[in-house]
């Protein structure tokens, strides 16, 4: 550890089943705005989440009782498109916008995006929430992970911040690399985000999104830099690094600059650990990533093993489910951990070598210790002591969880 700084990014990647309360409402046309009773002076009409949830849940229940669903078929004949979309991108705008009609057109080419299966419908109508934002008419783009682990059947559909039901038609590709969704929609308005693929670091951004059930939430901040993000199979991924002030509720919504262009999508956050100071990263998928689906065939593949591993169901229970990735490097390699916020003390541990090849995995053990090369103890050490640490911090109440 005297040459080999050590560094431990703890990364938070959410598939949020939210619980929403309320009686299903009959009509889909309730002006969301229109909150009788509602006083604080002359300031623009507030939101009301309760609303929303109410609208989200009848659009949902409508969905399954007209048999608008879809199966896991639906997703692997998709994934990994190699055909481009073959449309033309609309041209990025170069007039910068004032704040309320920046805010305006970023929210109305916005919608909240629902997934669930029949099970999550028929055991209380809960629902994955995410964003998902128009690219060209009719087109919206979104996260691959909403999708991620749905049982079949299915829904998908969404919600206007106008309180309009968004159907999604088609699920048009899946790009599980770079953790991207392509979907045909009918309902969710015409206000496109044209996709601006030569934005440079510096740029102040911002994004909506719906952050614990807080429909349609602005934030700011900042391109900080674009970075490299290693996928599974020694691939080196484009990222967008943000510093922007957000929490999970965002995967799935643009990255807006100030002339109204989509500079990129949210989809992650990490959070970086020096000592005791910690430092909130955001990570997005540039829009050159997304721009280039329209017209450039898409050359990554997997085998047909990874694409049902992708696409097996995974029981996730009603409440909020985290997976926080604590990875700690050196030189020489690195150690990450994967710890459950339904079960944050059933992690695992992985240790790599610089090039990305396992050395060790499994359960934190004194034997898997023994079994690591000197290099590798060190960091293996700091990164258990982090895991656990997290795993306490988030661990229910009297440590019920059962291990899975």
């Known amino acids: 550890m005297k ?9 938070t990647h959410a598939l949020r089943a939210v619980r929403l309360a309320g009686v299903v409402v009959g009509l889909l046309g309730v002006a969301v705005c229109q909150a009788a009773g509602v006083v604080g002076g002359q300031v623009e009409m507030p939101l009301d989440d309760a609303v929303y949830a109410r609208l989200g849940k009848a659009i949902r229940h409508e969905a399954f009782s007209s048999n608008r669903v879809f199966r896991i078929a639906d997703l692997a004949a998709v994934i990994n498109r190699r055909e481009p979309l073959g449309l033309v991108p609309a041209t990025p705008a170069q007039t910068p916008l004032d704040d309320a009609a920046l805010h305006e057109r970023a929210a109305r080419a916005t919608f909240a995006l629902y997934t669930l299966s029949e099970a999550d419908y028929k055991s ?5 929430l995410g964003a998902a934002f128009l690219i060209h008419p009719g087109i919206a783009a979104t996260c691959f992970h909403a999708f991620k682990g749905l049982d079949e059947p299915f829904v998908a559909a969404g919600l206007t911040v106008e309180g309009r039901p968004v159907t999604v038609v088609k699920i048009l590709a899946l790009y599980p690399l770079e953790d991207l969704a392509l979907l045909q929609v009918e309902g969710a308005g015409d206000t496109v985000l044209p996709l601006r693929p030569d934005t440079p670091a510096g740029v102040r951004v911002r994004a909506i999104g719906h952050p614990l059930n807080k429909y349609f939430f602005a934030v700011e901040g900042m391109v900080a830099r674009y970075g490299i993000k290693n996928g599974p199979g020694g691939e080196r991924l484009t990222r967008l690094h943000l510093m922007i002030h957000s ?8 990255i807006i600059d100030n002339a109204g262009n989509a500079v990129g999508m949210l989809d992650s956050f990490e959070t970086l650990k020096a000592g005791a100071a910690t430092y909130d990263v955001r990570s997005a998928i540039p829009a050159a990533t997304i721009r280039a689906r329209f017209s450039e065939p898409y050359a990554c593949g997997m085998t047909p093993e990874a694409v049902a591993d992708l696409l097996r169901p995974v029981a996730t229970p009603s409440a909020s489910v985290d997976v926080h990735t604590i ?14 916020s339904d079960v944050p003390h059933a992690y695992t541990v992985r240790v790599e070598d610089k090039s990305g090849n396992v050395i060790a995995r499994g359960r934190p053990s004194d034997n898997l ?15 258990i002591k982090t895991a656990n640490a997290k795993a306490d ?10 291990p899975r």
Do not use: C, H, M
């Not at 040459?3 to 990364?11: Q, W």
């Not at 929490?247 to 643009?254: D, L, P, T, V």
């Open 247 to 254: 929490i999970g509720g965002f995967s799935g919504g643009a």
């Open 393 to 402: 911090a988030i661990a229910p109440p009297n440590d019920t969880e059962q």
């Open 327 to 340: 990875k700690t490097e050196s030189a020489k390699g690195a150690a990450i951990s994967e710890v459950r």
């Open 369 to 383: 210790r023994a079994g690591l090369p000197e290099w590798a103890k060190s960091l293996y050490d700091e990164n």
């Open 124 to 128: 209380g109508n809960t629902a994955r």
């Open 3 to 11: 040459a080999d700084v050590l560094r431990t990014e703890v990364t």
